[in-house]
């Protein structure tokens, strides 16, 4: 079944870089990592406590976020040996490229 996956994704990644659509593929990813974030910003305010300030004045790094919010928060560890892993490396990687990882440039 994973494989199926993989390979659906395979082709949709193929297809969004064809031609123009390669800036689709790229607004995904700049928003999906951007979601990530969202979403453990949402869970760290719901949990509430000093250690999950985040603010213009006080900036957590998304790298932060991972290594030390995800394991308080959850009460868990993050896998980082997997391949889900890998692949949300490689494609913050790329994200990262565009610029300052915030944006994708107009």
């Known amino acids: ?12 990644l193929e297809r969004s870089v064809e ?7 790229l607004t ?3 928003d999906g990592i951007a979601s990530i974030e969202g979403y453990i910003n949402y869970q760290a305010g719901r949990r509430g406590g000093q250690q999950y300030k985040d603010s213009e004045q006080e900036k957590v ?3 932060t976020k991972i290594n030390e ?3 308080q928060l959850t009460g868990g560890t993050l896998d ?6 890998n692949h949300h490396k490689e494609l ?3 994200r990262n490229d565009l610029g300052d990882g915030t ?3 107009t």
Request: proline share 5%; net charge positive.
């Open 1 to 12: 079944m994973q494989q199926v996956s993989q390979k659906n994704a395979v082709k949709e």
């Open 19 to 25: 031609g123009n659509r390669h800036r689709a593929f």
């Open 28 to 30: 995904a990813l700049s």
């Open 61 to 63: 790094s998304f790298e």
């Open 69 to 71: 919010w995800i394991p």
């Open 80 to 85: 980082k040996g997997g391949v889900n892993w």
């Open 92 to 94: 913050r990687g790329i």
């Open 103 to 105: 944006s994708l440039p």
